[in-house]
């Protein structure tokens, strides 16, 4: 138990302890009540960093291995390679579906030239577009200094997929297909 002088609580009291005279009042409140002059402002002295300040664009990056960025590199110029020669074939669809007739062993002739047409430009569209957000991931990941190799594999699999989707819809909505699909299954 405390002294009757000592102003804090008994431990059973649930109230908070009262502040001591001064506990919470700042160092210039403490010298006007006590009458005496208010104390100098106290400056710390800069203390000097021998390491160099760290920037917002330098916080997470750090050099890139140099086969990752050749690599990456040349994934991407393999990969526009591919778009520019894939956009050829998209329009013209002709050559294209009849060696895909060819190659499934389909006797009859393309003639969907039109809707054929119309999904190549989408196709080649989105292998453009593909190209495009995939080199600036690509180019940001490399500024970081992020393993970047696997980013140009990954779009080149995802956008030629989907302009095959887009290629194949005319493909098999053509009568020569769906009448040997329709053959095949009876």
């Known amino acids: ?12 009291d649930p109230s908070p302890p ?5 506990e919470y009042a700042t160092p ?7 009458g005496r002059p208010l104390p100098s402002p106290v400056v710390p002295a800069p203390v000097p960093n021998a390491e160099p300040a760290v920037t917002a664009t330098d916080a997470g990056s750090r050099p890139a291995h140099p086969v ?10 393999y990969g526009l390679w591919n778009v520019i020669t894939s956009i050829f074939q998209f329009l013209n669809p002709s050559a294209l579906m009849a060696t895909m007739l060819q190659a499934l062993g389909i006797s009859g002739t393309f003639s969907n030239y039109e809707q054929a047409r119309i999904w190549g430009i989408v196709a080649g569209s989105i292998l453009i577009a ?12 490399l500024r970081r200094g992020r393993l970047t190799w696997w980013v140009p594999v990954l779009g080149g699999v ?29």
Do not use: Y
């Not at 593909?130 to 990941?141: D, F, K, N, S």
């Open 68 to 77: 990752d960025r050749i690599a990456s590199i040349a994934l991407l110029a």
């Open 158 to 186: 995802v956008f030629v997929m989907l302009s095959s989707f887009c290629m194949m819809v005319p493909f098999f909505s053509d009568p020569a297909v769906v009448s040997f699909l329709n053959g095949q299954l009876k």
């Open 130 to 141: 593909g190209w495009l957000a995939t080199a600036a991931w690509t180019v940001q990941r």
């Open 1 to 12: 138990m405390g002294r009757v002088s000592d102003p804090r609580p008994h431990p059973a």
């Open 18 to 22: 009262r502040p001591q005279f001064g």
């Open 28 to 34: 210039e409140e403490q010298s006007r009540r006590a």
